[in-house]
């Protein structure tokens, strides 16, 4: 069971970027998606998340700019980032809470926002 992510990538300030994280294996329930970020000398922090139901969670500072969403047929997760900043540089960290498996971490996605 693993999570295999794709997006990221160098982008200038006020661009977008799209992550998708596919859950591969036999899981055959997942409660929460979502992703969190670590930019260098910080603490990994929740950007959104996304329950089965798809309600949603977003840290404060990426409301309004950045949209999570699932499909729960290919245990698939996105995030949709607009309106970057050069704060939003980080790695990007795919999750998944699964019953039979606890927490799940994909590899991390490198981000840069920069001019």
């Known amino acids: 069971v693993q999570l295999v992510e794709s997006g990221g990538g160098l982008v200038q300030p006020g661009g977008s970027l799209r992550f998708s994280c596919a859950a591969s294996?036999?899981?055959?329930?997942?409660?929460?998606m979502g992703w969190y970020r670590q930019a260098p000398g910080k603490q990994r922090d929740l950007v959104a998340a996304?329950?089965?139901?798809?309600?949603?969670n977003y840290a404060d500072s990426v409301k309004g700019r950045f949209t999570i969403s699932r499909d729960n047929a290919k245990n698939t997760v996105y995030l949709q980032m607009n309106s970057l900043k050069p704060e939003d540089t980080a790695v990007y960290y795919c999750?998944?809470?699964?019953?039979?498996?606890?927490?799940?971490w994909g590899k991390g996605t490198q981000v840069t926002v920069s001019s």
């Open positions: 294996g036999s899981i055959f329930s997942i409660n929460v």
């Open positions: 999750y998944a809470d699964a019953p039979a498996y606890g927490r799940i």
């Open positions: 996304i329950a089965s139901s798809a309600s949603t």
